[in-house]
């Protein structure tokens, strides 16, 4: 009984980190119809950004958040203007493999620049930490990483439903004509979505530090993660993915306590289940 | 495209070309044979083995990314799995062969294997569309990684090795100072997967996938049977690329999750096709090529650092094909062609 209130809770702290690394991916998505292949990858560039402020500067995975985030919004902000922005309108195949192309950039100059060697930070006060309620343990990183997720979540789902600004991202995401009407410029607000996606990625990436080692590959496993978390909460739906997150989380738990070797199978099986039975997903309209 | 699919194409009549001198029409059979001469004479005019073992890969990977090339090129469905395909040839050939079949009835076998795969897997995928596709099949392939990988008598994470036997074109084993033979199966069986592809991609279903490609609502439309030709596309596609698989597993002799199932191999199929041209027939032949000897160079050059510059360079390659000229080199010398034919024209009428 122990074990599955364990397994749970586990899945509930991991799951508000997958929700987190989806946002990114779902708001792209929401926005301008295109699935960004690199994301994982963007979400790597932000776990070494938080690992070189650590290992050069001798930050906190937690101070240096805002670097990383800071970090991945320009690298959204590079990729919208150098890539995305030339292949909008274009077939979906020259999108699927413009971002595809990128994805496998950015793993080669990981490779390149960092070697495949794994990066690891250590933070003795967040392993110090841990908490215990009737026999289920919580982990300090595991905490801070759960805490973190939920706060950035958040504050995404408020700029983007509560603002003015994240109001007219979503104008020029439903009709850029209609938008453009209402002295929106649709290409900027594009632009803008990318950068928000990046910052909320390099934040989420910062955050991973505190638990994960950081490689060339690291995006690769998190980011099916959010395909099925996209998927499983309706592409483009933000509430969508906070809640499908902590679903597939816990489902993941569950499972890795009866059978650890297939949890990321369990996890696609479900990404196949939901687009084929239920394709707009749990809070997806379409 | 011919058949119903034409009378939706837009009413706009075609601009008048402008008149220039009368070019010889490129015969039809000249590309297959100067493609073939070029590889028949490689091996000859580089002599050495290393040489020699980049072709037969080059070939190999060329069969595969030729099979992706179906699929993704002509049909429109961009698949992120074909390392599923790759892996049934590899690991049907490895066992029928671990258990004393020959390696020619192990391999001619393991292509139904790999087709019947493709339409289990298919069957439900293919009511996707675009990324949801591209998403699935990467899911399908996965899952199938995870399970040879949990499997104990495909060899868990270890993999299968294969056994050395007596060398002879029957047992597909030759010897390894010479793999001039090697590189003759090889390009023999890349006629063959091309010979098959080039049959199903002049009949009636070429140009139904091509419509399908084109516009799948349009398709379905007219009265082409959409799923069923995906399926068949599928299936052929599933098949050619297995055919790889199945010579792979008999040049390296040993399969492994990683190198038969891995996404990366999915991944290097894509970008090899994408990169000589999807949708054109010598495309993938192009790219694979491109790809094996940059791979070569590159490894060669930062060897023992653990770095590599392979994977930054494709990357770098394949956003460029798609930023600028999404149907690939080819494309692009198309293009190149036909401007210069263009400003040839132009300097000749001046006068």
Do not use: C
């Amino acid at each position: 009984m122990t074990d599955l209130a364990q397994a749970v809770v586990n899945g509930v702290l991991i799951g508000a980190v997958f929700a987190l690394v989806a946002v990114g991916l779902t708001l792209i998505y929401g926005v301008m119809d295109i699935v960004n292949f690199a994301h994982g990858e963007m979400l790597m560039l932000g776990m070494y950004s938080s690992f070189f402020a650590w290992s050069l500067f001798g930050l906190d995975p937690l101070v240096s958040l805002p670097m990383a985030g800071f970090a991945i919004a320009l690298t959204g902000a590079l990729m919208y203007y150098g890539v995305i922005a030339r292949v909008l309108g274009k077939s979906p195949l020259a999108q699927i493999i413009a971002t595809f192309g990128v994805q496998v950039f950015l793993r080669g100059l990981a490779q390149f620049l960092w070697t495949p060697d794994t990066r690891t930070v250590t933070s003795p006060w967040a392993d110090d930490l841990r908490l215990e309620v009737a026999g289920v343990v919580i982990g300090g990183p595991q905490l801070i990483m759960a805490i973190g997720a939920v706060v950035t979540t958040g504050a995404v789902a408020l700029f983007m439903n509560r603002t003015k600004t994240g109001g007219a991202i979503r104008a020029a995401g439903e009709d850029p004509a209609a938008a453009s009407l209402m002295g929106i410029n649709p290409k900027r607000m594009y632009a803008l979505a990318w950068v928000i996606a990046g910052a909320a990625t390099g934040v989420a990436g910062g955050l991973l530090m505190n638990g994960y080692s950081s490689s060339p590959t690291a995006g690769v496993t998190f980011v099916l993660m959010a395909f099925v978390v996209v998927a499983f909460g309706g592409f483009g739906s933000i509430a969508g993915a906070a809640v499908a997150g902590l679903l597939v989380g816990v489902a993941q738990g569950v499972v890795g306590l009866y059978a650890p070797s297939y949890t990321l199978a369990a996890a696609l099986a479900l990404y196949l289940l939901v687009v084929l039975v239920r394709p707009q997903g749990l809070l997806g309209t379409r | 495209m011919s058949g119903p699919v034409q009378q939706l194409a837009p009413a706009v009549a075609a601009p008048e070309q402008p008149r220039r001198p009368a070019v010889r029409r490129w015969p039809r059979w000249a590309t297959p044979v100067l493609v073939f001469g070029a590889l028949i004479a490689y091996p000859f005019v580089l002599q050495d083995s290393a040489a020699h073992n980049i072709g037969i890969l080059a070939l190999t990977y060329a069969i595969a990314a030729s099979g992706w090339n179906l699929l993704g090129g002509y049909t429109g469905q961009v698949s992120f799995g074909h390392a599923l395909y790759f892996g049934a040839g590899a690991y049907v050939t490895a066992l029928l062969v671990r258990a004393g079949w020959s390696p020619w009835l192990a391999i001619a076998l393991s292509l139904p294997i790999a087709a019947a795969i493709a339409v289990l897997t298919g069957y439900p995928v293919f009511r996707l569309r675009n990324h949801y596709y591209s998403i699935a099949t990467i899911a399908v392939a996965e899952i199938a990684f995870l399970l040879v990988t949990n499997t104990s008598w495909l060899g868990r994470a270890n993999g299968l090795e294969l056994p050395i036997t007596e060398q002879s074109l029957a047992n597909l084993q030759f010897s390894l100072q010479d793999k001039r033979p090697y590189y003759f199966v090889a390009l023999a069986l890349f006629a063959l997967a091309a010979g098959a592809l080039a049959l199903f991609l002049r009949g009636r279903a070429g140009s139904y996938v091509r419509a399908i490609r084109d516009d799948q609502f349009a398709a379905a439309a007219v009265g082409i049977p959409v799923h069923r030709y995906k399926l068949a596309a599928a299936m052929v596609s599933g098949a050619v690329t297995a055919l790889a698989g199945g010579f792979y597993v008999m040049y390296v002799l040993f399969i492994d999750p990683q190198s038969g199932l891995g996404l990366d191999l999915s991944v290097s199929f894509t970008l090899m096709a994408v990169l000589g041209g999807a949708g054109r027939f010598w495309g993938p032949l192009l790219g694979a090529w491109v790809l094996v000897i940059v791979q070569d160079v590159t490894r060669h050059e930062f060897s023992g650092t653990g770095r590599s510059v392979d994977l930054l360079i494709y990357g770098a390659l394949i956003t460029i094909v798609a930023v600028t000229e999404p149907g690939g080199i080819l494309a692009l010398a198309q293009r190149l062609a036909k401007w210069a034919r263009r400003t040839a024209g132009r300097t000749e009428a001046t006068p």
